[in-house]
């Protein structure tokens, strides 16, 4: 739903399953995430979703007993598993040789700003690298089959009787963006976005990837009555900041998700928040080499801190939060939290860099060129986040939660 560098880029639901993406943080994001991960979101098909054999999805103990004794008697098992949850967010990035799983210089919706193979990075060490958690393995999927109703917005996979869609949404709730820099954004804190809202009642699954835009100079309103701003040097309102806004918005956001599918005849929903994702500036963002890194850093070189800590912080507090709102429901609401921040803090090799354009030293290196050091090339670290969300739901439903 949203770019830290602004862009213009931005179902039915009888019998089929209708995952929609809502973000509001980068849209490389969004357009790896949905179309990409999108194939195994099928909770019924029989088809083998994992490249390996045998599926694991999580780490199992299983005890198993049975007994006989005459023809009278019938087989008894007790089968006892253990489904242990796995910490995402602490592990170590591994080499993988066998690399991505799909092309991407050939996929249609890759942005040009993220495609950073056609655009001439020399080096392809950064997509020969797996996320390790320390308590689990993640599993790779295949892409599997596909088919594209509309290019910018909505996906349908028939061999999975699924539709995903993406929605633009700067700010999850309602906002009106500005128009030039000397303007303000202007932000409803206690309304949906109109852009997304309408179709909740059709959504089994909503992932919410939200933060990057909130820096912007912005005013803040409830109602009609405005409650502070951002970044409003000479106007008579209070400077807010960005850490209790985000946290009103991700609380409205799941709040008012829950009361309009947990309640009444609400058929339940799982509601997935996606952490705050680092940038990796290094110096001016237009020299050459402010991010020109083509190795992961290792564990204890890069730390967590300022604003990647405080907005992971709060997006977890929130689903734990709701989580406990959601008991009060019969209904199934399923919550969670997609955790990427410390794992992409550590990929300071994934950006586009000066790759953003098509062979950006054709005429030579110059001291000066543009960087794009927070979005994500395609393919590349993304992927992780798919696999890691495509795994959080497969332990669901193997828990039986």
């Known amino acids: 739903m949203g770019l830290t560098n602004p862009s213009e880029e931005q179902p039915q639901c009888l019998s089929k399953k209708l995952i929609s993406f809502t973000f509001c943080s980068l849209l490389s994001i969004a357009l790896i995430q949905f179309h990409f991960s999108a194939t195994p979101f099928s909770f019924s098909s029989t088809e083998q979703l994992l490249r390996n054999k045998p599926v694991a999805v999580s780490t199992t103990i299983t005890t198993t007993t049975s ?3 005459s023809s009278s008697s019938s087989k008894e098992e007790e089968r006892a598993k253990v489904q242990i949850a796995c910490d995402y967010n602490n592990g170590k990035w591994i080499p993988d040789k066998l690399g991505p799983i799909y092309n991407g210089t050939n996929c249609g919706i890759v942005t040009n700003y993220q495609d950073c193979m056609t655009n001439g990075r020399p080096d392809l060490v950064y997509l020969h690298w797996k996320w390790k958690p320390n308590q689990c393995n993640i599993p790779s999927y295949n892409t599997g089959d596909k088919k594209i109703h509309d290019k910018f ?11 995903v869609s993406i929605y633009w949404s700067p700010f999850l709730v309602r906002g009106i963006e500005r128009r030039r820099f000397k303007d303000y954004c202007r932000l409803y804190l206690d309304s949906l976005d109109e852009q997304w809202a309408p179709d909740l009642d059709q959504m089994d699954m909503i ?4 933060g990057h835009w909130l ?3 912005s005013l803040y309103f409830f109602g009609d009555s405005a409650q502070g701003c951002h970044k409003c040097t000479g106007l008579n309102y209070t400077e807010a900041g960005i850490y209790g806004v985000f946290q009103k918005i991700i609380k409205t956001t799941i709040d008012k998700v829950i009361d309009g599918r947990g309640g009444g005849d609400g ?7 996606t952490t705050f994702s680092p940038h990796h500036f290094e110096g001016e963002w237009d020299k050459f080499g402010a991010c020109s890194r083509t190795q992961p850093f290792k564990e204890g070189e890069k730390r967590l801190e300022g604003m990647e800590v405080e907005m992971r912080r709060i997006a977890v507090a929130e689903v734990e939060a709701a989580k406990m709102k959601a008991k009060e429901f019969r209904k199934r609401i399923r919550l969670g939290v997609l955790d990427v921040t410390k794992l992409s803090l550590m990929r300071g090799d994934g950006h586009p860099g000066p790759y953003r354009v098509a062979n950006p030293f054709a005429n030579g290196v110059k001291e000066r060129v543009k960087n794009d050091c927070t979005h994500w090339c395609v393919l590349g670290l993304v992927d992780t986040w798919n696999e890691i969300l495509l795994d959080i739901i497969n332990r669901w439903e193997n828990n039986g939660f």
């Not at 909505?154 to 539709?163: M, V």
């Not at 058929?267 to 928040?273: F, L």
């Open 153 to 163: 917005r909505r996906w349908h996979f028939p061999s999975h009787n699924l539709n």
């Open 215 to 217: 820096p912007q100079p």
């Open 267 to 273: 058929k339940g929903i799982d509601v997935i928040v």
């Open 67 to 69: 007994s006989s004794s």
């Open 207 to 210: 992932v919410i990837s939200f």
